[in-house]
DNA sequence: CCAAAGGGCACCGATTTGGTGCTATTTGGG
DNA sequence: CCCAAATAGCACCAAATCGGTGCCCTTTGG
């Protein structure tokens, strides 16, 4: 399905309240208290993105999680790929533009390259989508001045 | 997740070979034959595209289907949405760009907008691509020449 | 008139997803 | 110095989704 998990919306959000707070750490506790997301579910994902590096986390009494990189430097790109992989689009996608892969249907397979296409056109656009333009869609242009129709 | 389900797979490679018949009624079985695509599933799947009218179909013995209007008119927005609903990015979304919707977390929600923003560059993205470009990629660009870095 | 094809629909097994339980470890503050 | 508040790490479960079939009916060409 075209759509998120739950699990990279309570990311994003959660992200998001982090770009504010730069550098201080903010627990799950305040997270689930200030948006309605479950507090221990907010807290796995963000332990997740952590072990790869997208936040820092500071245990103890005082602990939580803070932003690892300007907010600038993380794409929608890189966090729905923590969490639920690279947009694949198809089940026969291996993940790299070129690569063959392990596809049964390969040989016969009419729609695999125009497909893979369309999957970097999608990857394209959530490479281009940081943490810094969620958090401030007003600031500056959040891509390339969408003027296509 | 942000990948299509079988179905689509199924249909996506189902039309497009129905382009290159043009007229003609093609039996899921056919297909079958000539994809490693489960027969019954495919056949299923194109009956809820003949309810939506992308297809038409014939019963009978020589009966089969056939694409209901001109390739270059059928979208691959169009397709995923008959076939997993119209894509939205998130679970608060009715759907519709200014829609407010029956979303709880709504009057606090950060992302909301912005996200919205995305999904809608997405399905431009999707809009964009027809099953004729899918069926002859090298004929004509498939989309405005990706120039974007 | 029968075999081949689609129409309808219910259903099942497997996988994914959303969410929780439990326990251990760290750490700041009274 | 110890306790409360937090994260770390799993394992686990219930519900939803998805891939795929079974069954029976209707249509239709040879």
């Known amino acids: 399905m075209l759509q998120f998990t739950k699990r990279t919306e309570y990311a994003l959000i959660a992200l998001v309240h982090l ?5 201080e750490f903010v627990s799950a506790r305040e997270l689930a208290d200030r948006y309605p997301v479950p507090p221990r579910l907010v807290a796995e ?5 952590q072990r790869e590096g997208l936040v820092d986390s500071q245990r103890g009494a005082a602990g939580g999680y803070a932003l690892a990189r300007p907010a600038a430097d993380i794409t929608l790109a890189e966090i729905v790929t923590v969490l639920e992989g690279a947009p694949l689009l198809t089940s026969c996608d291996t993940g790299f533009a070129g690569t063959a892969g392990s596809c049964e249907v390969e040989p016969t397979c009419p729609i695999r390259s125009p497909i893979h296409r369309v999957r970097d056109r999608i990857r394209d656009v959530l490479s281009h989508v940081t943490l810094e333009s969620l958090a401030h869609p007003n600031a500056l242009p959040m891509v390339t001045p969408t003027e296509n129709r």
């Open 19 to 23: 770009v504010d707070r730069r550098g």
């Open 45 to 49: 994902v963000l332990k997740e993105l």
